[in-house]
């Protein structure tokens, strides 16, 4: 593959969990990556390594999803590493995938907690995708990042349910109003995954992954490694025509 045809993907959060797998999953399928972090410098260094290991091009950047008022700098930076690293004004793929994990019943959930959450999943990604669609190629795609959540209620996550179900409503609307420059817009919503998202949920609830794997079809809880291919795989031309869904990657969670 050469320079002219590499495409190029940038996914928030990709120095762990799901955002690396899915970095190297389209490391894999001959793409480059940009991936941000927020503060686990060397774990984003491991990754890039890892990336180039497979003969692809990587950069990892520094970016607080939380903080919309660093978009437009951050937005500058993105087009400066591709102009200097790629020769190009535009990337191809963006995947909307860093987050945090707040576990409150909607009795305790604090003013603080739900400003948190959403600045990071719901403030974060509209306003991210918007200071970057300058230079995103036209016919490019974009994967937003739900949840299981949505679907199906769990007590202590109606805070983090409801953002991500406004990225569901909101990934809709970006479908239609990107549809005339060729973009797709999908969800991956995952179902429950073992990663350092879920480990403080996983080991302070001991009885939860047997809990979770008896109410899941397939009969296990999911790990990184079940999400990161679906979420590349949209981003291939076989799944061109794959538009506005919302696809749960749960194994089958409470049917």
């Known amino acids: ?12 959060g990709g120095s762990r969990g799901l955002g690396k797998n899915a970095a190297l999953k389209i490391a894999q399928q001959g ?16 990754v890039v390594r890892e990336i180039e290991a497979l003969g692809r091009k990587a950069m990892a950047l520094q ?3 939380g903080n919309s008022k660093s978009f437009e700098a951050f937005a500058k930076q993105v087009h400066s590493a591709l102009k ?15 987050g945090i994990g707040i576990h409150s019943p909607f009795a305790q959930t604090t003013e603080e907690q739900f400003d948190q959450l959403m600045n990071v999943h719901f403030k974060g990604v509209y306003f991210l995708t918007q200071k970057l669609l300058p230079i995103i190629a036209d016919g490019g795609r974009i994967v937003n990042i ?24 909101l990934s809709r609307y970006m479908a239609k109003e990107l549809g005339a420059r060729g973009i797709a ?13 879920t480990k403080d949920s996983f080991d302070s609830h001991p009885e939860m992954e047997k809990f979770i794997s008896s109410q ?11 999400i990161g291919g679906v979420i590349a795989s949209l981003l291939s031309e076989d799944n061109r025509w794959i538009n506005a869904q919302r696809i749960e990657v749960s194994g089958g969670m409470f049917l």
């Open 216 to 226: 899941t079809a397939l009969g296990r809880v999911g790990v990184a490694d079940d």
């Open 84 to 98: 200097q690293t790629w020769s190009r004004d535009h990337f191809n793929f963006l995947v909307n995938n860093a």
């Open 31 to 46: 793409h480059d990556v940009i991936f941000t972090y927020n503060s686990k410098k060397t774990e984003a260094e491991e």
């Open 146 to 169: 739900s949840t299981g959540l949505a679907r199906f209620a769990i007590p202590g996550y109606s805070a983090y349910g409801a953002m991500k179900g406004a990225i569901e409503v």
């Open 1 to 12: 593959m050469s320079t002219q045809e590499t495409k190029i993907a940038l996914i928030t």
């Open 185 to 197: 817009v999908n969800v991956v919503a995952p179902g429950a995954i073992h990663t350092d998202f």
């Open 63 to 65: 970016l607080d999803v």
